[in-house]
């Protein structure tokens, strides 16, 4: 059976991680005791009604969590393919999203900061050796999308290129920054500066210039480097944030030019996160 095991941190996603497997056809348990993990895969190998399975495991399990490393020897000597997916966040988003949506956190009684320092601690060994997605950075539609490409789509590493203004600080969560302030900026053109990086005049004025054309003709061979190495790795997802000034023209023309060069080779999703403060 291809087996997948959602676990993670509370108010990091795992319920949306469950309903995007399950739209891929996989049969997901939430919350399974650790004790009857293994009959149930026995019995659904025998029902063969299907091959796909998800289960979440979570803290809330954490006396039976001494158990785990042998529970998944077990299964993969039984010859079951299987992978761990680790839902993280940041410690004040995961806060946020708990304020939020006014759910009380399941270790946390009177203090929710407790409650995920806790839920970290307990989880730690959940985390070794897992695909691990952080999805501070990520909404629902996007965790989902990389699962169900993961699981039930392409199959392909979904990239995600940010662009962003160094003034309005970095992104929460990236694998890869490059700095482009040093290329012309479009702002001191009189007839650029009200357009953004995905007016086609900016794009040329910031990728046919020499150092422009230059910087994405290197950028995109250390992606073609890179990104397999990280899909090697085991990673579902990887987040390439390029920064400007403010984040309106160069840093998004420059990350539209990628997603142009790369989005035949891999799933892009683009995200400009500051093109509508301006410089």
């Known amino acids: 059976m291809q087996i997948v095991i959602v676990s993670g941190l ?4 795992k319920s949306t991680a469950l ?4 739209d891929v056809e996989f049969y997901c348990v939430d919350n399974l005791p650790l004790p009857f993990f293994a009959e149930l895969v026995e019995y659904m190998a025998k029902d ?11 803290a809330r399990q954490k006396k039976w969590l001494p158990e785990w490393r042998d529970q ?4 993969r000597g039984a010859g079951h393919r299987l992978e761990v997916m680790f839902l993280e966040a940041a410690d004040e988003v995961l806060l946020r ?3 939020e949506t006014r759910r009380r956190h399941p270790l946390s009684g009177d203090d929710l900061q ?3 320092r806790r839920d970290r601690e307990i989880c730690a060994d959940l985390r070794q050796g897992a695909a691990v997605i952080d999805t501070s950075n990520l909404n629902m539609h996007q965790l989902k999308s990389i699962i169900q490409d993961r699981y039930g789509g392409t199959g392909k590493l979904a990239v995600t290129l940010v662009s962003f203004g160094f003034k309005h600080g970095l992104p929460v969560e990236f694998n890869l920054v490059f700095d482009v302030r040093f290329l012309p900026n479009p702002y001191f053109e009189p007839t650029l500066t009200h357009l953004d990086g995905r007016d086609p005049e900016v794009a040329r004025f910031v990728c046919e210039a020499e ?8 950028v995109e061979g250390l992606l073609r480097f890179s990104l397999p190495q ?5 990673k579902l997802y990887v987040t390439i944030a390029v920064g400007c000034t403010g984040g309106r023209h160069r840093s998004v023309a420059i990350v539209e030019e990628l997603r142009r060069r790369l989005g035949g080779a891999w799933d892009v999703l683009v995200r400009h996160r500051d093109v509508d403060r301006g410089e």
Do not use: M, T
């Open 48 to 58: 063969a009604s299907s091959d796909k399975l998800a289960v979440a495991i979570d």
């Open 211 to 218: 150092a422009g054309k230059e910087l994405v003709d290197k």
């Open 19 to 22: 309903r995007a497997l399950e």
């Open 230 to 234: 990280f899909q090697h790795e085991g």
């Open 97 to 99: 999203r708990f304020s």
């Open 10 to 13: 509370s108010g990091a996603g």
């Open 114 to 116: 407790d409650g995920v």
């Open 72 to 75: 998944l020897a077990q299964l």
